[in-house]
Antibody, heavy 115, light 105 residues
């Protein structure tokens, strides 16, 4: 069906940068919508960013201008470049496949701690 | 931004009982209202999409309904594995989630 494996999380100081990766198997990232969704400790789910099959990208207001979503079709991998990190960006970041406007496959997540 | 408000925040029930979870949206949405289940230490899992369609492998005791701005997730007879946090989500505009309902024993 498909599997998503995130990596790249860790502990980073405020103002720093980090790039998350999501390695995809079982389907191609090039022809489907892909998202990043995050969850702060003990909190709910928050949309971060998505990339459409045509390459269009969208961002939550809280990360616009600091985060960049991209994909490498040859590596079948999704990325999230995060710059100017803030304490409030601390969360588990999930890579999510979107099919027909719903999130049908989720990765296990990668933890980002900004401190 | 479309705001989703879930109620109650916490629902305390016992196995075998019926659970009804509510999700209200700040404006009327079309069919793009979905439900997810999350257990501790796990990613969310898609349960219901487009208001009432069960995702693959989801037991028939889960059902969704509603229209306009008011939606419900019903679990007809609770099993021990159903105790978790449930989120609703809309996709009429950029994705937003409700704050979650914790279903506890």
């Amino acid at each position: 069906e498909g599997q998503l494996v995130e990596s790249g999380g860790g502990l980073i100081q405020p103002g720093g940068s980090l790039t998350l990766s999501c390695t995809v198997s079982g389907f191609s990232v090039s022809n489907i919508f892909m998202n990043w969704v995050r969850q702060a400790p003990g909190k709910g789910l928050q949309y971060v960013s998505d990339i459409y099959s045509d390459g269009s990208t969208y961002y939550a207001e809280s990360v616009r201008g600091r985060f960049t979503i991209s994909r490498d079709n040859s590596k079948n991998t999704l990325y999230l470049q995060m710059n100017s990190l803030r304490v409030e960006d601390t969360a588990v970041y999930y890579c999510v496949r979107e099919t027909m406007w719903h999130f049908d496959i989720w990765g296990q997540g990668t933890r980002v701690i900004v401190s | 931004e479309i705001v989703l408000t879930q109620s109650p925040a916490t629902l305390s029930l016992s196995p075998g009982e019926r659970a009804t979870l509510s999700c209200r949206t700040s404006q009327s949405i079309d069919r793009l209202l979905h439900w997810y289940q999350q257990k501790p230490g796990q990613p969310p899992r898609l349960l219901i999409y487009d208001i009432s369609i069960r995702a693959a492998g989801v037991p028939a005791r889960f059902s969704g309904g509603g229209s306009g701005t008011d939606f419900t997730l019903t679990i007809s007879s609770l099993e021990p594995e159903d105790f978790a946090v449930y989120y609703c989500q809309q996709r009429t505009s950029w994705p937003t989630f409700g704050q979650g309902t914790k279903l506890e024993i």
